[in-house]
T-cell receptor
């Protein structure tokens, strides 16, 4: 595997389910990110981890719970979601060596549908 | 607060036409970085270019060129001789350093480019 991978690619869940999204980066990067992309809205940054420490939580509801067990893996645990949470969830990573200059590398995303 | 505006929601061109995608940004930082990403139908955002605020030289990469104008806070992207494979959503983004590490990208709403035969 190369780059940033995400599983599953598609997920349909009910509002009472609990599920997890997984992201893995094979680039040796130190920072990882979760973004939400809804129709007709800009990409929204949800969480940022740097060296496995959470450094940003963009007022995300507690029904989204991130986990970063090591610098290569990032999870997003989902529980009691709402239909408006249906979106494309994108994971990204960056080297985190040049501050704001680092480009972020994105995975293909998980298309989530909440019924 | 950082803000990126991409006023063009959708652009349709015929193959081989040149097309320019506009990006206007707002920031109070004196040092900042701007990015362009491409999102094909597969969904994965692909990095195209990074530009820092203290380098206003325009850049050309094959059929792609970028025009950074600090005086008008714009970072426009031109595709010369467009091809069907250029059809995608293009995002402009502004970077903000996070004190704990990493950087926060503020994205525009994107421009859907459709290139037809």
């Amino acid at each position: 595997e190369t780059g940033v991978t995400q599983t599953p690619r598609h997920l349909v869940m009910g509002m009472t389910n609990k599920k997890s999204l997984k992201c893995e980066q094979h680039l040796g990067h130190n920072a990882m990110y979760w973004y939400k992309q809804s129709a007709k809205k800009p990409l929204e940054l949800m969480f940022v981890y740097s060296l496995e420490e959470r450094v940003e939580n963009n007022s995300v509801p507690s029904r989204f719970s991130p986990e970063c067990p090591n610098s290569s893996h990032l999870f997003l645990h989902l529980h009691t979601l709402q239909p408006e949470d249906s979106a494309l969830y994108l994971c990204a990573s960056s080297q985190d060596l040049r501050g704001g200059a680092d480009e972020q590398f994105f995975g293909p995303g998980t298309r989530l549908t909440v019924l | 607060a950082q803000k990126v505006t991409q006023a063009q929601t959708e652009i349709s061109v015929v193959e081989k036409e040149d097309v320019t995608l506009d990006c206007v940004y707002e920031t109070r930082d004196t040092t900042y970085y701007l990015f362009w990403y491409k999102q094909p139908p597969s969904g994965e955002l692909v990095f195209l270019i990074r530009r820092n605020s203290f380098d206003e030289q325009n850049e050309i990469s094959g059929r792609y060129s970028w025009n950074f104008q600090k005086s008008t806070s714009s970072f426009n992207f031109t595709i010369t001789a467009s091809q069907v494979v250029d059809s995608a959503v293009y995002f402009c983004a502004l970077s903000e350093i996070l004190t704990g590490g990493g950087n926060k990208l503020t994205f525009g709403t994107g421009t859907q480019l459709k290139v037809e035969l």
